[in-house]
């Protein structure tokens, strides 16, 4: 079962502009991550929000929650061409499994 | 140190033989996760291990899936009399203690049945 959704499913961006994905989820949440997966490689942790924060930042990452819609978005800002990948949000159920959305798959053209 | 490591990178199999896929988790990481991921999908759970036992095995899709850790560190995910729907990347991730700590994944095993 997916807990998340993300959407769009894919978006095609410049390099150098800014691209913003979300996710919504189903039940109520510890904490909700952010992963990201280039073509061939694992998952690579980017960030993880909980329940009780609005806002987070790391190096060009903002990721943004709003429990009341049960939502999230990722922004990437000033795109680079190494940040093609696809990007998934996923959150932990009450048995702690992270339960994934379909993921956003993020093209930035040169 | 070393990441997490899956071998084999890629596996090509017949339906209805027996494959075993490996996992090295980050050394000292107590928490060992198993996931399958299809195509266009995101990573689906399949069992859980906290030190040498299964803590969870709810995701197994039916009893021709089976792992093991026997000592707390490897591990082993079993597929009997393989299905060409058993096709997916297996992703592998440990954490120091499992809970809500972080998850390290490998690069994962693509398996191809045929």
């Known amino acids: 079962s997916q807990q998340g959704e993300e959407d769009p499913q894919a978006l095609s961006i410049q390099e150098g502009e800014n691209a913003t994905m979300n996710c919504s989820y189903k039940?109520?949440?510890?904490?909700l991550q952010w992963y990201r997966q280039n073509s061939g490689r694992g998952l690579v942790h980017l960030i993880l929000i909980r329940s009780n924060e609005r806002e987070k930042h790391s190096g060009r990452l903002r990721v943004t929650l709003d429990t009341s819609k049960k939502s999230s978005s990722l922004l990437i800002t000033a795109s680079r061409a190494a940040d093609t990948a696809s990007y998934f949000c996923?959150?932990?159920?009450?048995?702690?499994?992270?339960?994934w959305g379909a993921g956003t798959k993020l093209i930035i053209k040169p | 140190g070393a990441g997490v490591s899956q071998t084999p990178s890629n596996k090509v199999t017949e339906k209805g033989k027996y494959v075993e896929l490996r996992c090295d988790p980050i050394s000292g990481h107590t928490a060992l996760y198993w996931y399958r991921q299809s195509l266009g999908q995101g990573p689906e759970f399949l069992i859980y291990?906290?030190?040498?036992?299964?803590?969870?095995d709810s995701g197994l899709p039916n009893d021709r899936f089976f792992a093991v850790r026997p000592e707390g560190s490897v591990s082993t995910l079993k597929i009997q009399r393989t299905e060409r729907g058993d096709s997916a990347v297996y992703l592998c991730?440990?954490?120091?203690?499992?809970?809500?700590?972080?998850?390290?994944f490998g690069p994962g095993t693509r398996l191809t049945v045929l």
């Open positions: 039940t109520s949440i510890n904490n």
């Open positions: 996923a959150t932990p159920d009450s048995n702690y499994q992270l339960i």
């Open positions: 991730a440990s954490s120091l203690a499992g809970g809500l700590n972080e998850q390290f």
């Open positions: 291990f906290q030190g040498t036992g299964a803590a969870d």
